[in-house]
């Protein structure tokens, strides 16, 4: 039962690429093959040896091909038990097919060119999948070829063992097959309840990979890879430190997609799902250093990602080898497209932070799925940054030359969890940076108390760094109010009353972008028109939870 | 082809129920049946006239039951078009089959109980998928009966057309049969790649419903049934006001999720997500006003849920109809298990209120799916509250009357967004109250300072409120230290450093509760030990991102 020798096979298959490289391998092992209509012209046209299917069934191919292999003959053929069934088969003529070739009417292609009723029927393949399905039940005798891919595992196989495939092989292309099978009737399902406008949904999953644990410790934790979809979190290549867990994993997906959207160069540090500081611009190591001071405590212990090559002065920045240890910026994850060489020296030094290399055409689905209580919430993604920006106080800035920036904070401000405020400001003439963020509160006020909050402490410490000296309170004051002016506030939705203006003018802001739309906007503008404050619209709310 | 008229039916079911009763009614009509081995045999028991399908198919039941409708005959006679081919069929002497009534080998069943490969494989049906797919795929002349629970409705639409089937009822009937295979070898592949060590993983989901929008306006928005599961958000009932949008019913499935695990009559108030409020004791609308007073800011536009019958004085805690109309107190949501008519009928006044009939056996999945990238995080859901309450510091309470507070805070902070901190306190005899949390922090130390100031607030508000008239400054601070000394903070992770101790000690706190782990638990510890702090670890973390 381990080697089963190919003696004949039947092949029915709408595709043909591969085909007669197959087949030239087959008839060197001296096998037999059975084909189906067009199937059999083109390996006849291509001087093979064929044996119609017709000859076997003793029926004609009926109905338009409706009625091609459907038969007792052929189904007797593959699914009898050699053993079991032995003696019965020879009394009722009945001679074994010890492989199947088939590949199916492409119902997804009808579908997708939006065929009308009578062609997707038509495109539903009845013969096909019984011919599958036979051999997979058999596969302890039949082999089942259901995929193109496949050919060339089998054929090595076969040559490996002249003429004959293992029980290893039979066994996987049996897996596929149901695999196979179960999409293709789960596409018809899907498509057919579409056009009964009663939608559903299958979602499939493949290759799952254990994790040391779930969220917490006492919680099982797998991942798994949609079947059929591009790159994704589940082809992060672990170039260095233990194996991701599953906060990781969450974070790095967050990191990453926090960077979509953002021209040129940038870095973004997540906690808890959360970025505490992201930052764009021309150098990379620059860049870095102002997405750190986003937050320079919570930093610590995060999940740093960036969109470029990680160079080697970007990875000195951690100074995971200094002597004074308290200079050491420990964290759990770098991710980037790729690592240079000497920078990946320098960082295994450490061995407990993990070095990703992630995909650049690594995305966020299409679709945002949110399982909930035996339901799915399904909506497409946020994709969209603003409607336009419209002044909607007195007070106005040149927007072309602020438009970087606004773009930057919408671009930061969706990706922090509801209510979520968050202020940034060009560092550096080509350096955006999120200076401070207000993230997941109830009450938005909080959210906006906490973004001020962090803005602040962020320019207290940076004016002390390079005021080493002695200073005038005033002076630190007026850097920390002259900073905020410049910078720009966002809210991901509207303020439904005038106090968060009256703190974010009492801290130093000037311009504030928010969606608009509140009730209460009028009393709104009016107090940030009596602030003198600029507040744009965006006519977008960027909810996130 | 809208009617098409039952005359010859096959019959091959491996569960009988009620089939009796659907022959007796296809016989009325005069059809004839066609079935295969046990079907037959047990028809005939009961006396009714039957075909045995050996007469069709020219070919003896054959390998022990592998090969029974497998035939040219059958298949023609399900899937010939009955206009383009007529004359084929006749020449072929083909009789057409107008039904066909099937059910498949419990292969699900096999599974279930752990059943050995070689049973496994003679669970899988190879006859009855091609049978059902044939038919459903001829479904503008053929009917498909795949589950037993379609018999009903089919036969009131044979008795109502008079032995015919309408277009309508064969066109739901298709869709459910291309349902029923999808599922079918859907668990088939999961099953063979389980016993692969290849686990794969399908989710099916039915009954899209199209919300007004996603998250946002400018995201669409749809919610989905998981197929075969029980009670959901699916199950809902809107009893008045607006549809649910998508914020809804993600704030209803927190609120209801946050009640399960707390003992007695309870009360949770959501808002993005997180409780700001939640309360549980004796009185309903005790209960209600404890929750409220967690947060009366945020509570505002919340989404409420209760565990009990919503009472008439509970509904009137909200004085929807209150002249003096800055006592209103508005809400989105009320969800409860049911509503007392009163109740409802006060509740109405308010057109924008939403008011929501949740069935008690609604449940938070046994696994907790988080879809990424083209990917999916699996974990079983965080069921365990603690492992040991066990004393960290020389400073010791009595745990048997502190156990229930315990638990309400672990059950209240592991709802809370990562990371979480909660301080409760048994506000009075029998009840407990959530009195501040902060949730969704970088930075843990940013979470407790949140959750003792939004408790000092709390505190604050309610000494003015009994102290109406002349106080001093200390008699207030007092009274907030005095209910903190009383209250327990909970945290949902370890403490890294010991500032989150002095600062909750600074604030009055005596009693925390946290899981321990960290690599500096034993400076933290004896900070509170310095400090007169009693500390207690679970050993259980409770992240929720």
Known sequence: MDLIKIKRALISVSDKTSLENLVAALQSFSCEIIATGRTRDYLLQKGYEVIDISRITGNPEAFSGRMKTLSFQIGAAILFDRERDG??????????????????????RAKEKGAALAELIENIDIGGPTLIRAAAKNFHYVCILSEIDDYKMFLKDLSDHKGAVSYETRFYLMRKAFNVIADYDGIIAETMDERGNDPSLRLCFEKALTLRYGENSHQQGFLFRQRGMGKSLYDLELLHGRE?????????????????GIPGIACSIVKHNNPCGIASGINQHSVLKFAWEGDPVSAFGSVIAFNSELTLESAEFFQLNALDKSKRKFIEVITAPSFNEDALRYLQFHENLRLIRYDPSFDEMGLDYRFLANSLLMQDRDGKLYNSLEFATKERIALKSWQS????GLNVVRQIKS???????????????LLGMGAGQPNRLISTRLALEKSRDNLLREFHAFRNGAFLDQECEDYCSNQLAKSILLSDAFFPFPDNVEIAAANGIKIIVQPGGSLRDKKVIKRADELGICMIFTGIRHFRH
Do not use: H, W
């Open 419 to 433: 209510n979520a405020i968050c202020i940034v400001r060009e560092v550096e003439s080509g350096y955006m940076q």
């Open 405 to 408: 920036l606004i773009e930057f």
């Open 244 to 260: 991701l867990s599953y906060n990781n994993i969450s974070d790095i997906n967050s990191a990453v997609n926090s960077l979509k």
């Open 87 to 108: 003696e019965e088969a020879v009394k009722l003529g009945i001679t074994p097919i010890d492989l199947v070739v088939c590949n199916l009417y492409p119902f997804a």
